[in-house]
């Protein structure tokens, strides 16, 4: 299972930190993810990470203020969000890769086999 947390109500500018954790199981060695979905729209990418935390990719829209980390140790990847914006109001979802994923992360929904419930953000202008 997977269980997110850090979620709240922030101003225009300011910064949350979500956590993920990994709970009955270890995700330690696959590639992992965080989406997020806003009322109306579909889930989309944020961010993903390599089994070893390597290699990191972001979309566009949370390049240069959103940062994805993971400690295998403790089962628990984070997403560091700066500056935030009304516009990354959401549910925010973390997810671990099929096992049958061949990469170093993947960019589509698709691709992710294991979800947590999700937290949300709101970000107030």
């Known amino acids: 299972q997977l269980v997110e947390s850090g979620g709240g109500l922030v101003q225009a500018g300011g910064s949350l930190r979500l956590s993920c954790l990994a709970s009955?199981?270890?995700?330690?060695?696959?590639?992992m993810g965080w989406f997020r979905q806003a009322p109306g729209n579909e889930r989309e990418f944020v961010a993903g990470?390599?089994?070893?935390?390597?290699?990191?990719g972001y979309a566009d829209s949370v390049k240069g203020r959103f940062t994805i980390s993971r400690d295998n140790a403790k089962d628990t990847m984070y997403l560091e969000m700066n500056s935030l914006k009304p516009e990354d109001t959401a549910v925010y979802y973390c997810?671990?890769?099929?096992?049958?994923?061949?990469?170093?992360?993947?960019?589509?929904?698709?691709?992710?086999?294991?979800w947590g419930q999700g937290t949300q953000v709101t970000v107030s202008s």
């Open positions: 990470i390599s089994w070893n935390g390597s290699d990191k």
């Open positions: 009955g199981r270890t995700f330690s060695m696959y590639p």
């Open positions: 997810a671990a890769a099929r096992v049958t994923f061949v990469g170093i992360y993947a960019t589509s929904s698709d691709e992710y086999a294991h």
